[in-house]
């Protein structure tokens, strides 16, 4: 069992998670090693399948896309997503228990056009071993902080922490100590996003960690504030039968966008993403924004649960997405970019 860190998240940093060693420490060449993967990519022309030269939707300019496949088995599940601030480097887990990373590969135009560098790694528990042998794997949800990496596990209802500074995927997770409350979520609609707000921001040094549908007694959504200089907790409206897959802050303005979706046999699927601003966030609050993207089964869509935004060379805003295909045939691992159209 690992040991618990009942301390706050560090001040957020500006750099990204360093790159992996080029040789693992002695103490550890034991312990499972990264696997270089190819992940190809087939590029997706247009996001509107009933128009396809519409490019606007909402406050979201489609930019690109791409339809993810790879021969490794482990590749897939993708439940999460963080890129760098310039939108290359990505780090990404699978409901698994097992780290994605690489590089995201532009064309000219700025449009994607496939993935390099990428590896998988069984995300490792405080004993060297895979968390999956300790019964851990719905891993669903990331954040980072500097170096460090919090991760959300589902199911559990737990929050590890890796210093990505040593050895990248190889580092050794700890718990997070969390309120009583987040171990109290629901079985399989527990922990599915995880923000730090960075420093000079409303609440700068908080974990925010959100449920996907744990529902306090006015049916809304239950989300926490830990650490930071006002821990407690708050509530996000919910409406439409929409539930929580992921969410960011905008890298412009600090505010929160939340990733949503829903299923049902009558209504279909919809996906959508809402906007909050953090000066509402407080304990005790109750939050709402409205929607910026709306998205159905027009759309080139799929299971969303990876969400980030980044300020590319040019000043814009671009919004990233990735789909869980839940190691589906019938479903897809969809990358997708939009620029926000303030």
């Known amino acids: 069992m690992a040991a618990s860190l009942a301390v706050a998240p560090t001040a957020a940093r500006a750099q990204f998670a360093p790159h992996p060693p080029t040789r693992p420490p002695p103490d550890e060449l034991t312990q499972p090693a990264p696997v270089s993967i190819t992940v190809n990519a087939r590029p997706i022309p247009s996001f509107d399948l009933r128009d396809r030269s519409r490019t606007r939707f909402g406050?979201?300019?489609?930019?690109?896309?791409?339809?993810l496949t790879s021969s490794f088995p482990g590749f897939g599940g993708l439940s999460?997503?963080?890129?760098?601030?310039?939108?290359?480097?990505?780090?990404?887990?699978?409901?698994?228990?097992?780290?994605?990373?690489?590089?995201?590969?532009?064309?000219?135009?700025?449009?994607?056009?496939g993935l390099a560098d990428v590896e998988a790694a069984p995300m490792l528990?405080?004993?060297?071993?895979?968390?999956?042998?300790?019964?851990?794997?719905?891993?669903?949800?990331?954040?980072?902080?500097?170096?460090?990496?919090?991760?959300?596990?589902e199911r559990v209802n737990r929050i590890m922490r890796f210093d990505f500074a040593k050895d990248f995927t190889r580092a050794r997770g700890e718990d997070v100590e969390t309120p009583p409350a987040v171990r109290r979520l629901p079985f399989n609609r527990g922990l599915e996003a995880l923000v730090v707000v960075p420093p000079g921001r409303p609440l700068g040094g908080t974990l925010i960690a959100i449920s996907e549908r744990g529902l306090d007694a006015g049916r809304n959504i239950m989300a926490f504030l830990i650490g930071g200089p006002s821990p407690g907790q708050f509530a996000i409206r919910r409406?439409?039968?929409?539930?929580?897959?992921?969410?960011?802050?905008?890298?412009?303005?600090?505010?929160?966008?939340?990733?949503?979706?829903?299923?049902?046999?009558?209504?279909g699927i919809g996906i959508r993403i809402r906007r909050i601003a953090m000066t509402a966030v407080a304990p005790g609050a109750l939050v709402d924004g409205p929607s910026i993207f709306d998205a159905d089964l027009g759309q080139e869509i799929d299971n969303f649960e990876g969400l980030d935004a980044f300020v590319n060379n040019n000043g814009d805003v671009v919004v990233t997405l990735v789909s869980d295909d839940n190691f589906l045939l019938i479903q897809r691992t969809l990358l997708l970019q939009f620029t926000l159209v303030e």
């Not at 310039?86 to 699978?94: E, L, T």
Request: glycine share 12%; proline share 3%.
């Open 59 to 67: 406050a979201l300019a489609f930019r690109s896309g791409l339809i």
């Open 80 to 113: 999460s997503l963080r890129v760098d601030p310039k939108g290359r480097q990505f780090i990404s887990a699978s409901d698994k228990g097992t780290w994605i990373t690489g590089r995201i590969v532009y064309g000219t135009a700025g449009e994607m056009t």
């Open 125 to 153: 528990g405080q004993d060297g071993r895979p968390i999956t042998t300790h019964g851990r794997f719905d891993t669903e949800s990331i954040a980072l902080d500097g170096s460090f990496v919090y991760v959300g596990i």
């Open 239 to 267: 409406t439409d039968n929409f539930d929580i897959s992921d969410a960011c802050l905008l890298p412009t303005t600090g505010d929160l966008l939340i990733l949503e979706r829903k299923f049902s046999l009558t209504g």
